[in-house]
């Protein structure tokens, strides 16, 4: 059975309360009863490999655990195949309902499953869906970040490591790259602080000596590059080439292969770690033993199951609802703790600040 711990969030009911207190529950060692989960992913078509991965997750996570029982759903990654798994996994009774990767499938089934009063736990990471939950109603809880959430983590996490350096910001000119730079001048600001150069540059050049010549000259120690990996490593060795001491930092841009030009040592990325990196390693041996990668979708898919059965069991033996669960609990996962504030967003952004060192990014601590 999977060894599922639950961190429960209680929330004090009275107004002299104000901080929530986390006590840790055993694990639950016995079967009680049965929980039927839904798992709607793309399992066919031109984004069925993420679909699979998904599921292999999750399958994983459900393995030898005889009380649950799970019910999947092809839901084809369009408008009509979403609406049509809501429709198949409300038949079939479901208590929640994890997946649904594609905007328009997720979209689509909402309205269904908000009428089935069935939460749906998914990684999409379109804005609206909780933006707009209080006008919607729909029961939609997100298990990854949001879509304006690098940017996001860009700003406040440069904005506080970079507060006494003198630092600049450029970008490609790009829609991606100008967002990230403008949010991180932007909140820069509100701090009161102020980048000693910022500039657009003309992307996939062969050098940016003259970029980089003009950074050294306004006195720049660090510089938040809005664009692409390849840019950013001509950047970074045409700073080598002039002697020039500077630290460069990017998006998850940064994640792409290797171009032309290598990725030099030292480079820092604002981004989400790898999955497998918070799986723990029986998680990551279970896997192993199904010969199943720990790649894409999969941890997420094994941590959404266990938050859903977790959820499940809970609602159970409080008789409440399991939306009242996922409001108000936290969840020991393969993802680390998973705890969703008052829209339904993740409570804390799962972004951090790495280091490149030669090979992989590491996280700076």
């Known amino acids: 059975m999977v060894q599922l711990r639950i961190l ?36 066919s078509g031109d984004f069925a490999e993420l679909g699979t991965q998904w599921a292999e997750g999750a399958r994983t996570a459900a393995q030898g655990d005889e009380a649950v029982q799970l019910v999947e759903a092809d839901d084809q990654c369009t408008p009509e195949g979403g609406a049509e798994a809501a429709r198949q996994l409300v038949e079939a009774g479901v208590e929640i309902v994890i997946g649904f990767l594609c905007t328009t499938a997720v979209e689509a089934a909402m309205p269904i499953l908000k009428e089935a009063k069935i939460p ?48 600049a910001i450029v970008d490609d000119g790009t829609i991606y790259g100008r967002e990230l730079a403008e949010n991180f001048r932007a909140e820069a600001e509100l701090a009161g602080l102020q980048p000693v150069f910022i500039d657009t540059f003309r992307p996939q050049m062969d050098n940016q000596i003259g970029l980089v010549g003009r950074l050294r000259r306004a006195g720049a120690t660090h510089v938040f590059v809005g664009g692409d990996r390849a840019d950013i490593a ?20 940064l994640r792409a292969e290797d171009g032309e030009v290598p990725l030099t040592e030292g480079v820092l990325m604002v981004g989400l770690p790898r999955w497998e990196v918070f799986a723990s390693p029986e998680v990551l041996e279970a896997l192993r033993e199904a010969g199943i990668e720990p790649e894409g979708y999969v941890i997420p898919g094994h941590a959404a199951l266990e938050l859903a059965t977790g959820a499940a069991r809970v609602a159970a033996a409080d008789e409440v609802p399991v939306m009242e669960v996922l409001e ?13 504030n008052e829209k339904g967003d993740l409570a804390r952004s799962p972004y951090g600040l790495f280091r490149y060192d030669g090979e992989r990014f590491v996280e700076v601590e």
């Open 234 to 253: 001509i950047m970074a060795r045409d700073a080598v080439n002039l002697d020039y001491d500077v630290v460069l930092a990017g998006g998850e841009a």
């Open 328 to 340: 108000n609990f936290a969840f020991d996962t393969a993802l680390g703790v998973v705890r969703f």
């Open 120 to 167: 749906v736990v998914t990684p999409v990471r379109t804005g609206g869906l909780t933006d707009h939950k209080e006008r919607t109603g729909w029961p939609v809880y997100r298990l990854g970040p949001r879509d304006d959430a690098e940017r996001e983590a860009v700003a406040t996490i440069l904005t506080r490591r970079w507060r006494d350096e003198l630092f």
């Open 8 to 43: 429960i969030l209680l929330r004090m009911r009275f107004a002299i309360a104000a901080l929530p207190v986390l006590v840790l529950v055993g694990l639950v060692p016995a079967r009680a009863q049965d929980f039927t989960i839904g798992l709607a992913a793309p399992l």
